[in-house]
């Protein structure tokens, strides 16, 4: 049994690693942020979890004591690489894409949540003089 533990720990380890290199490379070589995002979000992330994965079977299953920390920061990194590559990917787009030329049509009434708040006042309930374009009502939740 410990041999067969051992196999899948070993291939865990190396599954991560080729994924954490295949992230790395994929962040030098490709050309531009938004396709480099896909490096360290997609394929490192795998790679870091498979191994973290590992080290927890190890400790869990062949040297008989659990712990949670693995899991914690496997969880951490699922939960925050998503998040960081979709805020780096808006700054993104409102610094260098033209809603109207390079982006597709949403299919729907509402544009582009990105470009939708763009020169909108933070004070929704500020008196309006009349010279100020009229602005979507902004939903309720």
């Known amino acids: 049994m410990s041999f067969i533990l051992e196999i899948i720990i070993s291939a865990l380890i190396v599954i991560g690693g080729f994924f954490a290199l295949v992230g790395s490379f994929g962040l030098v070589k490709l050309p531009d942020l938004m396709t480099r995002l896909h490096g360290p979000t997609k394929a490192t992330t795998l790679g870091v979890g498979s191994i973290l994965v590992a080290s927890m079977l190890y400790f869990w299953l062949l040297q008989d004591s659990f712990t949670i920390h693995e899991l914690l920061i496997t969880l951490f990194l699922l939960l925050t690489a998503p998040i960081t590559a979709n805020v780096i990917a808006k700054a993104y787009m409102l610094d260098h894409a033209d809603p109207d030329k390079d982006l597709p ?7 582009w949540a990105t470009f939708d708040a763009i020169g ?12 100020e374009p009229a602005r979507k009502p902004v939903p309720e939740l």
């Open 105 to 111: 049509k949403t299919g729907g009434v509402e544009g």
């Open 120 to 131: 909108q006042e933070d004070d929704v309930d500020a008196p309006t003089t009349g010279t």
